[in-house]
């Protein structure tokens, strides 16, 4: 370690703040908090993009640095923050899982992640080729913070974050992909978000409630249905 | 030089011994400022330990010879593992017999005798105390030892004074790695040591107390060795994450008395700044209730598993 040249290290304190901040929006409980972490998660993602393109002289990085800034810290949590707003949900009660089970699933997950990528970062020839095992990991987690939520409202910023991870991957691993697959993504998230706030309210108008729970069953059954009991958390 | 490390070691232990209650005081002080109370005087602990060892003990009937020995089994844990940590110079005498994994299990012993005694009476403060305490101390355990695993990883060993030597020594480098594991420790140590979101050092007689709760029937100098104790618990603690954290300015020379000399202000220093930022914590954040505590100490040890994990992958 003390080898590493200083920036390398800084590009690792940022992936093992990313993977901090994952188990962070796995343990939140508040919307609020939740976009809040997605718009932190952004701006370490730019932090280490400039990093990586100081260090590497690439210019299309600084690219999608600006295009990292613009979308991710600013405008997707502006428009999460309004929604919210709008739709007025700010707590997510109910977890699937309780907290403390989720983290150590999370663990698990995490554990798995890194041997999932030993042999991608085997093959991989950048520098940064060992924050790939922390990339797959936040993928996976932004898969249980998916899986363990009700609320739609806390899948998107789990999508959201999965989107991150993606991006972070492409990045220690091939130093970025090229600039039409960036800005395709950046509008296919864009156009998500905003689709999905729309079905939000479409959600909300026939449920009165934007528990996924409701999606589940077809509507002939739902006089079978069972409400969801009241879990304490 | 054999004398110079026999000299170093008796110079940690009364330290250690004599500055215990000082830094509890001093805690106890930085509280009272941050909170807009007129602050005890700094050597109330002090104060408190010398008029308990003048008064005569009054045991409870039924006590067993185990209530009588334990407040001196918990203070010579705790002695011995002020002579184990390097907080001074890292030549020690003592440590050849006692790693970190064996100082981990030397503070679970002062724990479970506590415990023991406080059953012993079979109050019901006391069981209860006793059993909340075990509740918590299973919970940090853990997250303790992976702490010093992550530090024992990095330096290759499990020799307390080594993995400081060596942090101490080395070029300076970014570890998130120890990073994370630091965020592990404060928390296990504001829950070991019966600190705020876990306890309050302050309160008594109330339903939620944890540590206080096993003394009550303690009095006189057995009470005194057992808040002695609690003022070195504290203090080894702090001392343990110097050694983990910010090891610089220990003394690592074979033979340096003006090294060891310096490192007596450093340490100083540290402690003052340590004790401020503790009350600092204590002061901002509320109490939990004692259910949430698992849910606390689960977050250490994800702190420490994760600073593992990344310390496995990107080898920092």
Redesign the interface.
């Known amino acids: ?2 080898g ?1 040249p ?1 920036d390398l ?2 590009l ?2 940022c ?3 990313l ?2 901040l994952s ?1 962070a929006m796995l ?1 939140q409980r508040r919307i609020v908090t939740l976009v809040n972490l997605l718009a932190v998660q952004g701006s370490l993602l730019l932090v280490a993009t400039l990093l990586l393109a100081w260090r590497t002289g690439e210019r299309h990085l600084y690219l999608s640095a600006a295009l990292t800034l613009a979308l991710k810290v600013v405008l997707l949590p502006w428009m999460l923050h309004r929604l919210i707003r709008r739709l007025q949900v700010y707590w997510d009660t109910e977890p699937l899982l309780n ?2 089970g989720t ?2 699933v ?2 698990v997950v ?2 798995f992640a ?1 041997g999932l990528a030993q042999p991608i970062a085997a093959l991989a020839s950048t520098a940064t080729r ?2 790939i ?2 990339a797959v990991a936040v993928i996976l987690l932004s898969f249980v913070t998916m899986i363990t939520r009700r609320k739609a409202m806390s899948q998107v910023v789990g999508f959201l974050s999965m989107e991150n991870g993606l991006f972070f991957g492409a990045m220690s691993a091939t130093y970025g992909m090229p600039m039409i697959v960036e800005f395709g993504v950046a509008l296919d998230v864009l156009v998500a978000v905003l689709v999905l706030g729309i079905f939000f309210f479409q959600i909300r108008e026939q449920f009165d409630s934007l528990d996924l729970h409701h999606l589940e069953s077809l509507n002939e059954y739902q006089s079978r249905r069972s409400t969801p009991a009241q879990k304490e958390t | 030089m054999k004398l110079m490390d026999l000299l170093t070691q008796a110079l940690e232990l009364i330290a250690a011994l004599a500055a215990a209650p000082l830094f509890l005081g001093w805690v106890n002080q930085c509280r009272a400022w941050l909170q807009n109370r007129r602050a005890p005087s700094i050597w109330l602990p002090y104060r408190g330990i010398r008029k308990l060892f003048y008064k005569d003990a009054v045991i409870a009937e039924g006590a067993s010879p185990l209530f009588r020995a334990a407040p001196y089994i918990v203070f010579g844990a705790m002695v011995l593992a002020a002579g184990i940590i390097p907080s001074m110079g890292t030549r020690l005498p003592f440590t050849i017999a006692a790693d970190a994994i064996a100082l981990v299990g030397l503070l679970a012993t002062a724990r479970v005798f506590q415990s023991l005694a406080a059953m012993d009476i079979g109050t019901a403060f006391g069981s209860l105390g006793a059993r909340r305490e075990m509740m918590v101390g299973f919970l940090a355990e853990p997250a303790l030892l992976m702490v010093i695993f992550v530090a024992s990883m990095i330096s290759a060993t499990t020799a307390l004074p080594a993995i400081a030597e060596n942090l101490a020594t080395q070029q300076l480098a970014l570890y998130p790695s120890l990073a994370f594991t630091a965020v592990a420790f404060m928390l296990v140590l504001l829950a070991e040591n019966a600190r705020i979101p876990i306890d309050n050092p302050a309160t008594h007689l109330e339903l939620t107390m944890i540590h206080e709760a096993m003394l009550l029937e303690y009095s006189a100098r057995h009470l005194a060795l057992m808040e002695w104790a609690a003022a070195l618990k504290l203090f080894n603690y702090a001392c343990i994450g110097f050694a983990l954290f910010v090891p610089w300015g220990i003394a690592t020379g074979a033979d340096s008395p003006i090294t060891l000399l310096a490192s007596i202000p450093l340490l100083a220093a540290k402690l003052a700044v340590t004790g401020a930022s503790l009350a600092c914590i204590e002061t901002m954040s509320a109490k939990l209730r004692v259910f949430r505590a698992p849910e606390f100490l689960a977050s250490a040890f994800l702190f420490a598993v994760l600073g593992l994990l990344v310390h496995l992958l990107l080898g920092a």
Do not use: D, E, H, K
């Open positions: 370690m003390t590493t200083f290290q800084l690792n304190l992936a093992a703040l993977l901090l188990f343990a907290i403390s983290m150590l999370g663990l995490v554990v890194f060992n924050a095992g922390i």
